[in-house]
């Protein structure tokens, strides 16, 4: 093997809809890549404003709430390892509301632009709310339209897909992603979300207390690609 060949960069765009989508969701998995040298570019389309959770007690409004959150976000892609951040500023709980062919072209664009190997986005169906519904569905065809070479997975939440059957989908559908060497990063994301996680107590407890509460796995659902052979375990080698 020749020892100055360079691997070639892989890369990620994941295209969410809120601050913190991305550590509740799949944080282990982002910080992972990260540490593997994958650039990732996150998109929010929202800075997250309506949130219900204000602090605790409470020391945020709907006015001061966006920008908050916005510094809680470039807190928690740091401690991710998340490179490029990029909000759409489309207003929090009216993504299903947005032109949905604009939305489409926008993410079209970025898709172009970044040209990644993972694609990560929500299941129009099964994102449980539905700004992750909306940006899950506009980032599918933004996917489809551009034809591009590159692997969509959703993201899921918790262990829901250790039963895939439940959900339709089989177990080779699902990518699932040992995430255990990666817990402190997402540890450190939950906490920078502070105003969203400051009322969970588990996530202040001593660090092992709360680390103890991961699962040691994140599990996305295929987006794009065909049957496979059997289950796999990493999302750039599908
Ligand atoms: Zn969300």
Redesign the pocket.
């Known amino acids: 093997m020749n020892s100055i060949e360079k691997a070639p960069l892989r890369k990620l765009l994941a295209v ?3 601050p ?2 991305e550590s ?2 799949c944080g282990g998995t982002l910080a992972k890549y990260a540490g593997e040298g994958v650039d990732i570019t996150l998109v929010s389309a929202t800075r ?1 404003e309506m949130g219900r959770r204000m602090g605790n007690p409470p020391y945020l409004n709907r006015e001061t709430m966006a920008a908050a959150r916005e510094i809680e976000l470039q807190q928690a892609c740091a401690s991710l390892g998340i490179g490029r951040l990029i909000f759409f500023d489309i207003r929090d709980k009216t993504v299903e509301f947005a032109d949905e062919a604009e939305l489409t072209a926008r993410i079209a664009g970025l898709i172009q632009e970044v040209d990644p190997d993972v694609v990560l986005t929500f299941h129009e169906k099964l994102g ?2 539905p ?2 519904c909306a940006i899950g569905k506009a980032t599918t065809a933004a996917f489809q339209q551009t034809g591009h070479r590159g692997n969509l997975y959703f993201i899921t939440f918790g262990d829901a897909m250790e039963r895939p059957e439940r959900y339709g989908y089989t177990r080779k559908d699902v990518v699932k992603i040992d995430v255990h060497a990666h817990l402190e990063a997402k540890l450190a994301a939950f906490r920078a979300h502070r105003c969203q996680t400051e009322i969970d107590e588990w996530v202040w407890q001593p660090d092992q207390e709360a680390l103890a509460r991961f699962g040691a796995h994140e599990y996305f659902l295929k987006g794009n690609t065909g049957e496979r052979a059997q289950a796999l375990h990493d999302l750039f080698n599908a």
């Open positions: 969410f809809a809120h913190d989508d509740f969701i997250g449980g709310h700004d992750h």
